[in-house]
């Protein structure tokens, strides 16, 4: 496995042409945490050197995500650094600078074609039936001081980097293990564009030199373009960071995911209600493991756990299944307080109209009532949208459900529960369940008997939270009033 000694140094890099996905997230909660979980720094470069594809509101929305998640880096925009500028736009007199030194060692050369010209060779390679191997290098040989001179009269021209002719480039891949490929195969890549702008691979390696990356973790759509940048680094006479390619994500369907197949962006699971910290927790183990069977954990947790030698080569699946499971679980494991605020917000909505003031509902209350739903749901908004029936009275009972819970016998029983429940001094749920059990006594009853017609007759529904604290939480007055509004209806 390749090494290196340097102080862990990894980086975000995303380019800002849309909206983030993902895959990309993933990228940027692992090398988050193995920033942090070897006390090293994790910063945040903004590759925007694709002036075309350069989308000013996609890198406001970057940044935000990145905080939503709880990724903050401790280098890059709006925090600043010693090593910056941290937007490759902000650098092109690094890039030229360095490009000039690859053009003096000769590792480097301008070339003037044009792109009808290089659309004609792509031409003639396909219709010979040659394997299209790119550009056929015809500058390659200029001396440079023609090159200057022709730059001097006015021509346009790409510097491209001299890929070796033969022999083989290697490098060790954290996770994959050894990767070659023939020089013959590569491209003479472009480096320096005709706008002066410099192309992601030599933004990317001149910047990770500079920036000291140690490690460099991203998604594997970029293993190919790994030889050429250690063909830079060796130009260069600089040394390579340890690369590690991160498996692919997969749509649960198999193939790439795409907004086509659902949801693909941080801000659409954002807005679908996911909590940010079981986001992270499910993109983490998108081809990470513990080491253990944990499935569920806080960042802290995952952070004091994570490793490279655990993050597998395989394709992971997408399943929003296990991502919806995995937010109940965070839902249930959020403070009460927090959920309780949470609920209030959105209490505004399901409760309008009613005559409720939500801000005068007791926080106690709303904290008793999270309690109860918190286990049961697997989105927020469901605090809110299933919690209707503890402030208003029902005014339709389920159809399905009453046929049964309103059959005969039910209104008798109703009634013993009434008075027993009319009785109790304090109503809370242990004295409810008590008094339940008395009338099952008193009438020869099983529990079940009771429950179906008091939880439909209360509430409206058929299923949800253990029912005496249902009551508990409706109150005790209100309670008695929906069953005498239910009694009519029972035979
Ligand atoms: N800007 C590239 C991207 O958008 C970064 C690739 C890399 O990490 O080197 O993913």
């Not at 994790?42 to 905080?67: G, P, Q, S, V």
């Not at 550009?135 to 730059?151: K, V």
Request: glycine fraction near 8%; aromatic fraction near 10%.
């Amino acid at each position: 496995m390749s090494t290196n000694t340097r102080p862990v140094r990894v980086r975000f890099a995303p380019s800002p042409t849309g909206y983030l996905h993902v895959g990309g997230a993933r990228t940027a909660i692992y090398n988050y945490f193995y920033a942090k979980a070897m006390g090293g720094t994790f910063y945040l470069r903004i590759e925007d050197t694709d002036r075309k594809r350069y989308n000013e509101a996609a890198l406001h929305d970057l940044t935000r995500d990145m905080k939503w998640l709880g990724l903050q880096w401790d280098e890059g925009p709006e925090v600043g650094g010693d090593l910056g500028p941290y937007h490759q736009s902000e650098r092109l007199d690094i890039y030229a600078r360095e490009v000039q030194k690859l053009l003096e060692s000769g590792h480097a050369y301008y070339c003037f074609c044009t792109e009808e010209r290089l659309e004609e060779v792509r031409k003639v390679q396909e219709s010979s039936g040659q394997a299209v191997t790119g550009y056929d290098r015809q500058c390659r040989d200029l001396p440079l001081a023609d090159a200057l001179a022709r730059l001097a009269a006015g021509e346009k021209a790409v510097v491209r980097f001299k890929v070796p002719l033969e022999g083989v480039t290697r490098f060790e891949d954290q996770i994959r293990g050894p990767i070659e490929y023939q020089n013959a195969l590569l491209d003479d890549l472009v480096i320096l564009k005709r706008d002066k702008y410099p192309t992601y691979h030599l933004a990317s390696v001149v910047d990770d030199h500079y920036m000291q990356t140690s490690h460099v973790l991203r998604g594997d759509e970029w293993i190919s373009s790994t030889p050429k940048h250690v063909l830079l680094y060796s130009a260069f006479g600089w040394e390579p960071p340890v690369f590690c390619h991160l498996p692919v994500i997969l749509a649960a369907g198999g193939g790439k995911l795409s907004k086509r197949k659902g949801a693909a962006s941080v801000g659409d699971f954002r807005d679908l209600g996911y909590l940010p910290e079981a986001l992270v927790n499910f993109l983490a183990l998108l081809g990470w493991n513990p080491g253990d069977d944990r499935e569920v954990m806080t960042l802290e947790e995952m952070i004091g756990c994570f490793s490279l030698d655990r993050i597998s080569p395989k394709a992971a699946a997408f399943d929003e299944k296990k991502l919806e499971w995995m937010n109940g679980q965070h839902i249930h494991h959020k403070d009460s307080n927090w959920l309780a605020d949470y609920m209030r917000q959105d209490l505004g909505t399901v409760l309008e109209g009613s005559g409720i003031d939500v801000d005068a509902i007791p926080q106690a209350k709303l904290i008793f009532i999270c309690n109860l739903l918190k286990t049961r749901i697997h989105f927020l908004k469901e605090l809110a949208e299933s919690s209707k029936y503890f402030f208003i009275a029902p005014t339709s009972y389920d159809e399905k459900a009453k046929a049964k819970a309103f059959g005969t016998g039910s209104r008798a029983i109703t009634q013993a529960v009434r008075s027993q429940l009319a009785g109790l001094s304090l109503f809370d749920h242990k004295r409810i369940e008590q008094g339940f059990m008395d009338v099952c006594t008193q009438l020869d009853l099983k529990l079940g008997n009771l429950v179906h017609p008091i939880r439909l007759a209360v509430s409206g529904v058929a299923a949800g939270p253990g029912l005496f604290e249902l009551l508990e939480a409706v109150g005790q007055g209100e309670v008695l009033r929906r069953l005498d509004a239910a009694l009519p209806l029972m035979e």
